[in-house]
């Protein structure tokens, strides 16, 4: 066996080979051939990923491992560990973009030599990309001949797949794999966040030049910034701060923009001193007690007062305001905790009082880990030296852009165009800038302005389709519509209280009140039309016999026959809607999306008749594919099971599926969740035309739990739209 050799786990095979780790685990047990574990634990052994590639081609069960799963399995299964193997891949994949031709000139040795002269090519790129290597505090050292060795192998590989997916996708596609295989070890900031958050910090309408991220984390965000000439950033974490300086090499032009990456504890070692810029993005580090509070008293970042001990978020406030020039816009993520805690209020009503806080925006819950809890973003502006008006600050509240159910909730369940409309057709007006087409007028997009400078951002318009990500369209095909949030303009002054309390929601009007009683006559009659239909759909009653003892068969002895065919969900980029697990649950429209980045995968798309269940959570749920769902990929953790209409009719195949004692010897149970193998589900063998009899009283019952989560949902609007009338005094007790 080589030294070195790359290792994968039963899970990689799994991936490998397109099946699940029950198949994986029976192989082992059945073919006395299989490879013989080389390392992990008796529990999670590791197989040498040589031997599995040929025993698979052996068994006839993989023709040629695709390059990206190759690539990606000798990055996870590096004996150096897979960070270590990414940094190695974004180093070479940037050596790859800025010099071709020196990179072929290296690949054509052996890789003994390899390793060698790419470690004198890969020093003098970095150097020209980051600043020499003896510069305080840089983010990325050039690796040695010693250390690039074990991965020359998979820097061929990623190369060679970059050449076919491009350099930036191909060090997207192994980071995100790197960044979902491990989510416990990162707090991201999603895509549709990060963009949000570089709008706003735009200045005249235009993007910012000179951005500094000082919680770099992953990079994100100064990803989404637009042209930028120069972008500088620090991050804590060693290795973290590598990869992020990588990944904005590849992702800025080299001639364009300067790029400054480095090292270390922001708040008690600011690698930046002295920088101002037009720009501030951050996703600081939440409830740190730790952050510095007794060597800093004295600080002179401290211009709006000295943070408590419990007030790191004001510090990272205070350290982004030191950092902008004059006008210059910093927006930062901040915990609701931020904007009420008394230990606080003194920071933030100087912030208010000096026109340094210009806006709170409360974000829906999802929209950024911890993903329960609804975020803010503030933004503020460094204030100049002149005279200033009476300041203003505008608050925005779009918690009720998500649907409230329980089918809605979770991360990436958000309309992000529809919140990226609300908070900017907000915000350009009160800031300004202009709009879509160029106006300032201080309506623009944001709803009828009152008196009193209020807002409503859905006041104007009837929202997105009826079958987007903020409705929810039942079996009366009725949707059910939810705000798009509300905004104010709201004197300082008016804050200036004992508390100075900004959220949002204390200074706007509710949703259902501001709705008014119209809007609750609306819900009330299509919640009756909703009982009438349920009603009407209400199963007959039951004639009560013995057990059927019907012949069986498996799913998987269906597929082996060509009866139906298995699919599973997860992979592909491109464009479209995505049916997600939680749409298959809550029985809604596709609400996800494919991604952009990454190297090109044709992903599995849904047709008129397919069946999908869920492989995680051991609930019995099935879902048949109609005409407007169809043309969605499949997304993850879902199994799609395609039959033949010949031999199977989707709704016999999709009814028996749901039977719970069916579900229970299909699953599975690990640790933390439970997890159906659908090949061991079971189904009676019938006749076409019986299968069609059970499947059309499957149908019936499908419309009829349909009509029912409508009523539910249009039940629990009316409710709390009653309950809210009644107490803000727009509903009598009449």
Known sequence: MPENVTEVTAAGIARLAGVGRAAVSNWRRRHADFPKPVGGTETSPSFALPEVEQWLRDQGKLAEVPLRERVWQQLAGHPAGAVPALFHVGCALLLVRERPSAWREITGVSDARMAGVLSLALNEV????????????????????????????????AAELAAAAGVRETFEFLLGRQLDANPRQYTLTPPGLAELMAALAGTGGRPARTVLDPAAGTGALLGAVSRPDALYAQESDPD???????????????????????????????????????????????????????????????????????????????????????????VLLMPPAAASRRSGRRIRADLLRRGALRAVIALPAGAAPPYGIPLHLWVLRKPDAGPHPTPEILLVDTADTAEPASSQSGRDRLDWP???????????????????????????????????????????????????????????????????????????????????????ARHLPAAAAADGPAELIGVRDRLTKSLVLAGRLTPPPVEVSAPARWPLTTVGELARAGALQLRTGGSGTGTGPVLTEYDVLGSTAPSGSLPADGPHEEPVLVEPGDVVVPVLGGGSVARVIDDATAGAALGRNLQLLRPDPAALDPWFLAGFLRGTANNRQASSHASTATRLDARRLQLPRLPLAEQQRYGERFRALSAFEDALRLAGQLGGRLVQGMYDGLTDGTVTPK
């Open 126 to 157: 970095l150097a020209a990309r980051f600043g020499p290597a003896s510069e305080a505090g840089r983010a990325v050292h050039s690796p040695d001949g010693s250390e690039l060795l074990p991965s020359v192998p998979l820097l061929r590989g």
């Open 240 to 330: 973290l701060a590598a990869l992020t300086a990588l990944r904005l090499a590849l992702h800025t032009d080299s001639a364009g923009c300067a790029l400054a990456v480095r090292t270390g504890d922001t708040l008690r070692a600011d690698a930046f001193p002295g920088l101002t810029v037009d720009a501030v993005l951050c996703h600081p580090p939440f409830n740190e007690r730790n952050w510095g509070h007794d060597e800093l008293a004295y600080d002179p970042r401290w211009e709006y007062g000295f943070p408590a001990r419990t007030e790191s978020e004001l510090a990272w406030v205070q350290h982004a305001l030191a950092h902008l020039r004059e006008g210059g816009t910093a």
């Open 418 to 504: 529809a919140l990226h409309a609300a908070v900017l057709d907000a915000w350009r007006p009160f800031s300004g800038e202009p709009g879509e087409s160029g106006e300032t007028s201080e309506t623009n997009g944001a709803g009828k302005a009152n008196a009193a400078g209020e807002t409503d951002g859905a006041s104007e318009t009837s929202g997105p389709s009826e079958t987007g990500g903020t409705g929810e369209t039942g079996a009366t095909g009725e949707s059910v519509r939810f705000r798009l949030g509300t905004s104010r303009v709201v004197p300082v002054i008016e804050l200036l209280d004992d508390d100075i309390d900004l959220a949002p």
